[in-house]
């Protein structure tokens, strides 16, 4: 398993444009067109299939993740992985029961409803601890791990909605279980798995973007 780990890192690097001669990485910047295609090529997938993850690819696409850059090297970060699917169908069973009535149940609560996580079969919490850089940090991480997923085949999506539900009374059990460090609040949860979807990219507005003279 290790040296799957390793030669899939590998792979992920070269990708990322990382390039290693006799061990001393390259003094000069490379970009690459995969990475780029990459970037244009995710999409959030909100339809998945039943099949697992491989921890090989979790381990990779979290590794990704911690690699982002960060505020003053901090790393006040925490990375929980759950891929458990009794946890999953538990945590999902206690969450059903605070939405139903709601406008949130009718949303979620479809004929193909297996879990509250988008149907994935693995998720990835991130939590921080508080600061005026924390959002931004996890932000970076967030894209690292998406980016990751996707040249490995996998879909993801960001999902803010379970997060009240796990700081609730009622989500305590769940929220203890990922054993956060003291003072360590939860930013989002991210769904992966293998897609059943593949939607077309919705339409960017680029007179966002302005060169200042």
Do not use: H
Not at 12 to 28: D, R
Not at 36 to 46: D, K, N, V
Not at 73 to 94: F, G, H, L, P, Y
């Amino acid at each position: 398993m290790k040296n799957i780990l390793i030669a899939t890192l590998a792979c992920i690097a070269a990708i990322f444009g990382v390039l290693y001669f006799t061990g001393e990485q390259s003094k000069e910047p490379t970009t690459t067109a995969g990475a780029i295609e990459t970037i244009m090529a995710r999409r959030s997938i909100r339809q998945y299939t039943e099949q697992s993850v491989e921890r090989e690819k979790l381990e990779v696409i979290t590794r990704c993740g911690i690699a982002a850059p960060n505020a003053m090297n901090k790393q006040d970060w925490a990375v929980r992985v759950v891929d458990s699917k009794e946890w999953i169908d538990r945590c999902t069973k206690a969450y059903v029961e605070t939405i139903k009535g709601t406008p949130t149940g009718d949303y979620l609560l479809t004929p193909d409803f297996r879990n509250m996580f988008r149907n994935a079969p693995a998720v990835i919490f991130v939590a921080a601890l508080p600061s005026d850089y924390a959002g931004v940090n996890c932000g970076l991480m967030g894209e690292n791990m998406m980016l990751a997923a996707c040249e490995l085949g996998l879909g993801t999506c960001c999902l803010g909605m379970p997060i009240p539900f796990l700081n609730s009374e009622q989500g305590a059990e769940f929220r203890e279980s990922l054993d956060l460090p003291e003072g360590y609040v939860l930013q989002y949860a991210l769904a992966v798995g293998y897609p059943a979807e593949q939607p077309e990219a919705k339409p960017r507005d680029e007179s966002k973007i302005r060169f200042v003279e």
